[in-house]
């Protein structure tokens, strides 16, 4: 559905993105993580038809971006990060507008109007000024602009920034429902936002993509899966052969406190903390602690960007 | 088209709301008024309204830029041309929906000063027809002006910057050109006045219609406006 091959962009000497490749199936939700200043939104610019590329080709729906840009257009609904809205109209007038834009007759327009006002919760809001709208209210309104014609895809660009926390979990709620009828592609420099929500994440970092994948197989690709730390009373040396042996288990380290045995557990994913406590019961080890240390995509994310980083330095100096 | 029609009504929309409008509206009307009643409702004076329209037309010089300058400046600075050109509508509709709605705008304010026309109608002999040119003078000149106006809103975020562009220009195609008319040879006399679009009107307002002024208006009006779409364009390959 949106298919980016080689898509560069530079601003004067530099490159915002440089030579990015990545595609979003039909029905997935991706998000695009990344610090501030990785090329998120300039990518996004680029793909609904804001400003073009220096090189390289974007294809959404089937349409190029830049050749193909008016019928591109109308596939996607687009909410910018910053939500610009006309704030002295008001929200039904604002949204009337939109959809006429979008060439939605009359029929049309009264029945999505009445679907998006339900499906972003803007009821109450409905007949007020946008500018009298606190930001909560402006981002769902930007939200129902973008869904008002029920685009094939739907590219938000922070989508969730600046919202309390109710209205955030409600608006991860309503992305995930999104998926699946549409497909979604999402920006956000919030990590357990895009756990939450994406089926796939692209991670991208000064202008170049450094990962992508499911969040399982990124878990896996640097922390290589998952470790269990256990409390044990008993042989040390023995219950570590004894725990290596099961399945899942990688490799198991053993650490001495005050008369219980440390064991931190690294597995390939596998969930062997039942096992673990049935060994220790079987066994006769008493048990004090047994918990489950997810590799989580918040230590991946700060890793990879710190290593493109290094890489940068060593280019700078070598060029130096 | 129906995206020409709905942006029209948004621009109007947008124009009625903003404080400017009316206050430059009001302020040209008073204006209006006030030379009417100085030149032209004078008993003794030839009937014609010759002399209001030559100073409402140099009012528009400064006052057009004045309404047009919010146009795309507004939409640049809250960053909503951001969605307007994500939408599925071209830049041409975009400009032109922004022009007929000025234009509407600042055909309701001409229309308000007939109130004048009138007046002097029903205290003189005057064929109808000569103050007919008149206001199509001013019509003409009105769109020409706004189309100015309107490009050099394209230009910035700035409204103030646009509104002295605006004026810059227009000042530049009608003052100046007048007055670098009388400095040199024949030639020249011709180039200048050509351009001077206060020039073209002149003939409207003596309630002649000149095909060449006609002309000479209404490109000037898409030549600006072409140029305002071309600027919008530049942003899709800059």
Redesign the interface.
């Known amino acids: 559905m949106i298919d980016v091959k080689d898509l560069t962009k530079y601003f004067g000497q530099r490159a915002a993105v440089d030579h990015i490749t990545f595609q979003v199936e039909p029905g997935q939700i991706v998000g695009f993580l990344g610090p501030n200043g990785a090329g998120k939104t300039t990518t996004i610019r680029i793909l609904t038809g804001y400003m073009p590329a220096t090189s390289g080709a974007a294809n959404v729906a089937g349409f190029d971006v830049f050749s193909q840009s008016l019928q591109a257009r109308r596939q996607i609904g687009y909410l910018p990060e910053n939500v610009p809205l006309y704030t002295d109209m008001r929200v039904r007038e604002y949204l009337d507008f939109r959809a006429k834009l979008r060439g939605m007759d009359r029929a049309a327009r009264q029945k999505r109007l009445a679907r998006v006002v339900e499906m972003c919760w803007l009821k109450d809001a409905f007949h007020r000024p946008i500018g009298q709208l606190s930001k909560g209210f402006r981002q769902r309104v930007g939200l129902a602009d973008a869904l008002i014609h029920d685009p094939k895809v739907l590219i938000l660009d922070e989508p969730t920034i600046g919202l309390d926390p109710t209205q955030i979990r409600e608006m991860r709620n309503l992305i995930r429902q999104l998926g699946g009828k549409h497909t979604v592609l999402l920006s956000s420099h919030i990590l357990p936002e895009v756990e939450a929500t994406c089926d796939r994440t692209i991670i991208i970092a000064a202008g170049k993509i450094v990962a992508q994948g499911t969040v399982e197989q990124l878990r896996h690709q640097i922390l290589g899966g998952s470790r269990v730390i256990a409390e044990l009373r008993g042989n040390g040396q023995q219950m570590q052969k004894e725990i290596a042996s099961l399945g899942g288990v990688k490799n198991v380290e053993l650490a001495e406190q005050d008369g219980w045995n440390r064991l931190l557990i690294e597995t390939t994913g596998k969930d062997v903390r039942e096992d673990v406590a049935q060994m220790a019961a079987r066994k006769g080890w008493n048990l004090r602690e047994i918990r489950l240390e997810v590799g989580s995509l918040e230590e991946f994310f700060v890793q990879v960007v710190a290593r493109q980083h290094e890489q940068q330095q060593r280019q700078a100096n070598a060029a130096a | 088209m129906?995206?020409v029609v709905?942006?029209t009504r948004?621009e109007l929309?947008?124009t009625f709301?903003s404080p400017i409008a009316y206050v430059v509206g009001a302020g040209f009307l008073l204006l209006s008024g006030y030379f009417f009643l100085r030149d032209v409702l004078v008993p003794g004076n030839e009937a014609s309204m010759r002399p209001l329209f030559d100073n409402m037309a140099r009012l528009l010089v400064f006052a057009v830029p004045l309404l047009t300058m919010r146009s795309l400046s507004d939409e640049l600075s809250?960053?909503?041309?951001?969605?307007l050109?994500?939408?599925?509508?071209?830049d041409a509709q975009v400009i032109l929906g922004k022009f007929i709605g000025i234009m509407l705008f600042y055909v309701a304010l001409l229309a308000t000063t007939l109130l004048d026309a009138i007046l002097l109608l029903h205290y003189a002999e005057m064929p109808w027809q000569a103050v007919a040119m008149g206001y199509l003078g001013l019509l003409l000149l009105g769109a020409a002006f706004t189309a100015v106006g309107l490009f050099a809103s394209t230009l910035t975020r700035y409204q103030i910057l646009a509104a002295l562009i605006g004026a810059g220009l227009l000042a530049a195609l009608t003052f100046m050109m007048d007055y670098l008319g009388g400095l040199r040879g024949d030639l020249w006399r011709v180039i200048t006045s050509g351009m001077n679009l206060l020039g073209h009107f002149d003939d409207f307002s003596k309630g002649i219609l000149d095909t060449r002024a006609l002309v000479m208006l209404i490109s000037v009006a898409a030549f600006f406006l072409f140029l305002a779409v071309k600027v919008l364009e530049s942003?899709?390959?800059?």
């Open positions: 129906s995206n709905t942006l948004r929309q947008a709301f809250s960053g909503t041309l951001e969605t050109m994500t939408a599925p509508v071209t942003r899709r390959w800059r």
